[in-house]
């Protein structure tokens, strides 16, 4: 079945800093890759996303490239701000109409 | 702007009382899930809808149900909520067209206390 593996966190950093959270999957075929950011008491934000090999999803600062070979989806910001403390889940599809396989999630605590 | 409402945002019921979450898009998505979401875990999916085809996982409990009476709404039906059953429901949608297309979009989510 298909899979997906998040660092633990809490990810503990100072602002300005730079954000690496690695996500690695398993699955059959060829899924599309997704980020999903959730800020406290909040439902889920789609971050980015890349729906095949070497795609790379960006938005508000963040990258992933969809690294086929490695089966990786690495989430990085290059200088992190206050505002990014959240939980972030890496999640992967391949039904033809997007059932979701989430990571546990890994927290991120950005203090100023 | 158009988008995925759930109400209410916190429910407190009682043990064994059934209870009932709402979820409506304006969105037009034809397809709609529900997601339980317990404390510091990944979104569990416990069954979604396509169109007007109901779709179980295999491991959701007899306890939840849901019903769709039309595009835009969707409920939850906890028959007899235990305390196990205290959690985040979220809601999501997603279309099989246009630019977004299979891209999941979800409600701000109803917690639920189980007293």
């Known amino acids: 079945g298909n899979s997906v593996t998040q660092m633990e966190g809490p990810v503990t950093l100072s602002e300005e800093a730079f954000l690496t959270i690695n996500c690695t999957y398993t699955?059959?075929?060829?899924?599309?890759l997704f980020w999903y950011v959730q800020y406290p008491g909040e439902g889920l934000q789609l971050l980015l996303k890349a729906t095949k090999a070497d795609d790379k999803g960006s938005n508000k600062g963040f990258e992933a490239t969809y690294r086929k070979e490695t089966t990786s989806f690495h989430l990085e910001k290059g200088s992190v701000q206050v505002s990014d403390s959240a939980v972030y889940f890496c999640?992967?599809?391949?039904?033809?109409?997007?059932?979701?396989?989430f990571g546990k999630g890994t927290m991120l605590l950005v203090s100023p | 702007d158009a988008m995925v409402i759930q109400n209410p945002r916190y429910q407190v019921t009682q043990f064994g009382k059934p209870v009932t979450l709402s979820c409506s898009q304006t969105l037009n998505h034809n397809v709609m899930y529900w997601y339980q979401q317990k404390s510091s875990q990944a979104p569990k999916l416990l069954f979604h809808?396509?169109?007007?085809?109901?779709?179980n996982e295999a491991d959701t409990p007899d306890n939840f149900q849901s019903r769709r009476p039309n595009t835009s709404f969707c409920f939850l039906d906890i028959r007899s909520p235990g305390l196990g059953d205290a959690a985040m429901y979220l809601c999501?949608?997603?279309?099989?067209?246009?630019?977004?297309?299979?891209?999941?979009?979800f409600g701000a989510g109803t917690r639920l206390s189980v007293l």
């Open positions: 999501a949608t997603s279309s099989q067209q246009g630019s977004a297309k299979n891209i999941q979009y």
């Open positions: 809808y396509y169109d007007k085809d109901f779709n």
């Open positions: 999640a992967l599809s391949d039904r033809g109409y997007s059932t979701l396989t």
């Open positions: 699955a059959t075929g060829y899924p599309s």
